[in-house]
């Protein structure tokens, strides 16, 4: 296990603020892999995700909520609900615990319907805030973090404490949350704050 906090992962010039398009799972998500949440949990070295934090990224937008005007965010939230509107609800099964060197998730293969949401908005964030800053890749899958690594630390009692875990969740597209996200590389936690949330709507 490795520090996620130190990792290229995590380039962000800010802490706090970080403009972020996520989905966030329903109950019965977090349910089914409250198991292996509390394997991290027992395990020094990888911080567990608490239920209310877990999320699936979506979209990771280059600027920072004290770098944007009000309007901006207002204007985005706009395109956001627009997004929302044109999407039919839809559910994404993943598999897991996935091990790797900096943390532990669940995760499922980019499917289409995947890839026509970040697709959208994406495009929505470069009709509000511009193409000064390239938008960051998309995750290279659709996944839910459940720990990130904190320290340096043979991995072997977790993964053995995960192979009997199983979490076949599903992750149900039902809303789109637009978000001011913090980091706390000290407590290995990501937060935020709400800017809007918008029900994804289309039959």
Excluded at 19 to 30: A, G, N, T
Excluded at 145 to 171: C, F, H, M
Aim: proline share 9%.
């Amino acid at each position: 296990m490795r520090n996620f906090f130190d990792s290229p992962h995590l380039d962000w010039p800010q802490l706090h603020g970080s403009l972020h398009v996520y989905v966030l799972p329903d109950p019965e998500f977090i349910a089914v892999v409250q198991p292996a949440v509390d394997a991290v949990e027992a395990f020094e070295g990888c911080t567990a995700v608490e239920p209310r934090w877990q999320h699936a990224t979506v979209t990771r937008i280059p600027w920072w909520r004290n770098e944007v005007a009000d309007e901006a965010l207002s204007r985005y939230s706009d395109a956001l609900a627009a997004v929302a509107a044109s999407t039919a609800p839809f559910a994404i099964p993943m598999q897991g615990p996935w091990l790797h060197d900096y943390g532990v998730g669940v995760a499922a293969p980019e499917d289409a319907q995947w890839k026509q949401l970040y697709t959208a908005t994406r495009d929505a964030a470069e009709q509000v805030f511009g193409t000064e800053r390239a938008l960051p890749a998309p995750p290279p899958m659709p996944h839910v973090t459940l720990g990130y690594g904190t320290t340096e630390r043979d991995s072997a009692p977790l993964e053995l404490a995960l192979s009997t875990i199983k979490t076949p969740a599903s992750l149900a597209v039902g809303s789109l949350h637009f978000l001011a996200v913090d980091v706390d590389p000290e407590a290995g936690i990501f937060t935020w704050d709400v800017i809007s949330s918008h029900a994804v709507t289309s039959t």
